[in-house]
């Protein structure tokens, strides 16, 4: 028999290559959760991992097909992967159950053709040394790589590289007393947030399914996200109307309605099925946060909000370690699309801040066409001015938002008023962003 966790992530698998699923949507549907918890662990592993190192396992694949430009089907494929992953990357699973089940799963798929196929590639794959072809910058695109290295310098470069394949660290947003030791109760072992004050760690256990989680006491939120909505706050203390822009799934308009007690925000969101998610995540803020579907690159060119974020859709270059697929999916050619769709984004929302209103431009990509060059875009032809950022940090840490260890850390990644956050140089998903003010 199949293990269970096997027969879930190559199924999940299969999903991922043949549409634009994510595999966080699909790592919490009911077929997973309705494992046990050594299973749903298990599958977490499987799926990531093997998204992970999936470019560098076909290489080392390839090496072992008889015919390398043989077609494989996608079921074939995705045994194959799941069973290399296992095999060169998790040291407490039998190779011979590995062999077994990627069998057993090409004969479930009506593949059985490809069993001798897949038998002997994997028995190869067995005999080489475990941790086979473990080079970070191999498991991403060369373009990719090459990029990095060219914008942050090698160094740098392969410390994305390297944090883009480990398991994505979990940060968590504290409302109120901090609950660690109830959390620690239900097995969930935290420490303190890196930056900021209001953030933790959690270094063992599954907080969601703690009472704090369900009763929206803590939430899964990286530092780094936290971070760009608190500068943004910090940006319009006395905001009374504030629109985030494309606002789905809500973390970031929790943190504007936490410290903007007085504002009315929209949270506006293209996508229906995402809007009525967010609409569920900020019930606790209902009164002062209105979830509305809509365009953010079409808005009326009505001057109605002192405060905008605007975190635009991008490559999500930033966040290859929560979402591996990512880099199965990105292409050089992706940039100057998602630089024209942020530019008409901005420009359109720039248009809705009242004289002196400001909009912070953010997204969760590492590529300067994503966000030097929008920034500089857009402040050309609407005249917004970018707003020094210093002051607003200082801010943070004077309100004790900011820990001491996070001012200067955040500090130390601003250039050219602009934040830019590095994974693995920084220890949160990479984000950048820009204030923007429009003349008073």
């Known amino acids: 028999m199949i293990a269970a966790a096997r027969r879930v992530a190559f199924d999940l698998l299969q999903r991922m290559a043949t ?128 990029r990095w290295r060219r914008h942050f310098g090698a160094e740098a470069a392969q410390a994305i590289c390297e944090y883009d394949q480990q398991a994505s660290p979990v940060a968590l947003r504290v409302l109120g007393a901090n609950p660690a030791e109830e959390l620690a109760g239900e097995g969930v072992e935290c420490a303190p947030g890196e930056w900021l004050s209001d953030a933790c760690r959690v270094l063992r256990g599954d907080v969601a399914r703690t009472r704090a989680f369900a009763e929206g006491r803590v939430r899964v939120q990286d530092e780094g996200s936290q971070l760009v909505a608190e500068l943004a706050a910090a940006a319009m203390p006395e905001a009374k109307r504030v629109l985030d822009a494309c606002a789905a799934p809500g973390g970031k308009t929790a943190v504007l309605a936490e410290r903007l007690a007085e504002a009315r925000i929209v949270a506006l969101e293209i996508s229906e099925r995402r809007r009525e998610q967010m609409k569920r995540n900020l019930k606790a803020y209902e009164e002062r946060v209105e979830c509305v579907a809509g365009d953010a690159s079409a808005l009326a060119p009505e001057p109605e909000y002192d405060l905008i974020l605007c975190d635009a859709p991008c490559s999500g270059t930033g966040t290859m370690a929560r979402n591996p697929e990512i880099r199965l999916r990105v292409y050089p050619e992706d940039l100057a699309r998602q630089q024209a769709r942020q530019v008409a984004i901005l420009r359109s929302v720039a248009g809705a ?88």
């Open 19 to 146: 549409s634009d699923a994510h595999s966080d949507d699909l790592l919490r549907t009911m077929k997973v959760n309705a494992l046990a918890a050594q299973d749903r662990n298990l599958v977490t592993t499987l799926v990531l991992g093997t998204l992970r190192w999936q470019p560098a396992l076909d290489q080392i694949l390839l090496q072992f097909l008889t015919r390398p430009d043989q077609r494989l089907s996608e079921p074939v494929r995705a045994a194959l992967r799941l069973g290399a992953f296992q095999l060169l990357h998790l040291d407490r699973v039998p190779p011979y159950a590995v062999l077994n089940d990627s069998v057993e799963l090409v004969k479930l798929s009506n593949e059985a053709y490809a069993t001798g196929l897949v038998n002997a590639v994997l028995r190869k794959v067995i005999h080489m040394p475990r941790g086979a072809g473990m080079d970070a910058a191999a498991a991403h695109p060369a373009w990719l790589a090459a």
């Open 353 to 440: 801040l009242k004289p002196g209103g400001r909009v912070v431009y953010a997204t969760c990509s590492l590529e300067p066409e994503e966000n030097e060059d929008v920034v500089r875009a857009v402040a050309a032809r609407t005249g917004l001015r970018v707003v020094e950022m210093a002051p607003l940090v200082e801010q943070l840490a004077a309100k004790g938002v900011l820990t001491e260890r996070g001012r200067e850390n955040v500090l130390a990644a601003i250039t050219n008023d602009q934040l830019r956050t590095l994974p693995g140089v920084h220890p949160c998903d990479g984000f950048f962003a820009a204030v923007l003010e429009r003349e008073a």
